[in-house]
């Protein structure tokens, strides 16, 4: 007979006992991207550990199923909360008993009343009966179950997620098995292979030993051919494109949530969601920063000196840009509501930040740098005298 051992679901997603709701949310989802197929194709290993943390997340992230594994080490979808608190008091304290297959028709009525030094045995059936009161019944069958979220990375370009467009991705994800609709099963009946057809499994309950239904055939001890197209999953891989648009502004590192896009969920469960990360594209003269946008602007000595208007590129095409008199290299200047527009906030735009970069002209005649040595008896100040003064 199949026996199915305890389970540490905590320690499978890498987390504490007192963990919280949103610690456990956060380790699953890490482990989901390492270990989903879709990462690792082909890799069995990856596989399983994939199912394991994704068992380990239904329980712990349901605060119902997680206060019963806390207090009897597994679930069963027999169990409610209060009989599970009612079990866990019973048994505190007392040594391991392997209780499997055991008659405990001998403790009902008078036979079991709870004498001194037997206390808690007398009601000890009572308990037993109220934790599996469906042993005798067949397994409740899985309801929906919700298909798993996506998350990928998509590069647009630096025009794209300025203005704004349409963009396509390849999204490898999930869905619904053609072949048995997600039913997992074609064919007849054959013998449960968990339960070699007996229909019970054993199952550890903290200190002790319990036989109940067979959870795979629900305690029919009989089972369907496993489909061949998705092999008993009910789900089948398969490559899409998606289509989606990029707001404008969009910033680099943005989150997009495309809502069912994710994978296919089982018996009637809504589809997981679908998140796209954007990566915005380089530009060889604009350098975006938030919602501001940076350039470099070389000018000439003598209209850094005497001031002058320049034309400068923006995103919206040329403009002019006032250079002020005596204007140095490095020093930047404003321009107001020139960046990009605010994705979150139309009609609110960044800055355009220009840095003015003065360029020395090469003299090729005489005349030129007899002017220029004009110019240095003009005006003889020494730019490095304040260098000086701070050593």
């Known amino acids: 007979m199949a026996t199915t051992q305890n389970k540490d679901y905590y320690a499978t997603l890498g987390v ?3 963990a919280t709701a949103e610690e456990i949310r956060k380790a699953f989802r890490k482990a989901a991207r390492r270990y989903h197929p879709d990462v690792n194709p082909g890799d069995k290993r990856a596989e399983e550990k994939f199912k394991e943390i994704s068992e380990a997340n239904d329980i712990l992230s349901d605060e119902k199923k997680r206060k019963i594994y806390d207090q009897l080490g597994f679930y069963s979808d027999q169990i409610d909360p209060a009989q599970a608190e009612a079990y866990a008091r019973q048994q505190g304290g007392q040594p391991p ?5 055991f008659d405990f028709s001998g403790f009902q009525g008078g036979g079991a009343q709870a004498g001194p030094g037997t206390a808690g045995w007398g009601s000890f059936k009572d308990i037993f009966s109220g934790i599996f009161s469906g042993a005798q019944q067949q397994h409740r069958p ?3 179950q919700p298909g798993t979220d996506l998350e990928y990375q998509a590069t647009v370009d630096f025009w794209t997620a300025i203005r704004g467009g349409q963009a396509r991705m390849q999204v490898h994800r999930q869905e619904v098995c053609p072949t048995c609709h997600g039913q997992a099963h074609t064919g007849g009946p054959m013998p449960c292979p968990e339960c070699n057809g007996t229909g019970q499994v054993t199952q550890m309950g903290g200190r002790m030993k319990f036989n109940i239904p067979c959870p795979r055939c629900n305690g029919t001890g009989r089972t369907s051919n496993a489909c061949g197209t998705c092999h008993g999953e009910g789900l089948v891989s398969r490559t899409e494109t998606v289509e989606f648009r ?3 502004g969009t910033r680099d590192g943005q989150r997009i949530r495309l809502q069912g896009k994710g994978n296919a969920g089982l018996n009637g469960g809504a589809s997981g969601d679908l998140f ?3 990566r915005t594209g380089s530009h060889p003269v604009f350098t975006r920063l938030g919602d501001d946008i940076h350039v470099t602007v070389p000018v000439t000595v003598p209209e850094a000196s005497l001031g002058a208007k320049v034309d400068v590129p923006t995103i919206d095409g040329r403009a002019q840009l006032k250079i002020p008199p ?4 490095g020093q930047k200047l404003r321009m107001r509501e020139r960046g990009v527009e605010n994705a979150q ?3 609110q735009r960044g ?3 220009v840095t003015i970069e003065v360029t020395v002209p090469t003299l090729q005649d005489e005349r030129s740098r007899e002017i220029m040595r004009e110019l240095a008896k003009l005006n003889p100040q020494d730019p490095r005298v304040t260098l000086f003064d701070k050593l």
Do not use: L
Request: no cysteine.
């Open 351 to 353: 800055d355009q930040i």
């Open 246 to 248: 990029i707001k404008a």
């Open 16 to 18: 504490k006992k007192t």
């Open 97 to 101: 008993v392997d209780f499997g297959g």
């Open 326 to 329: 005596g204007t140095q290299s």
């Open 345 to 347: 906030r139309p009609g």
């Open 276 to 278: 796209v990360i954007v």
């Open 142 to 144: 899985r309801g929906p």
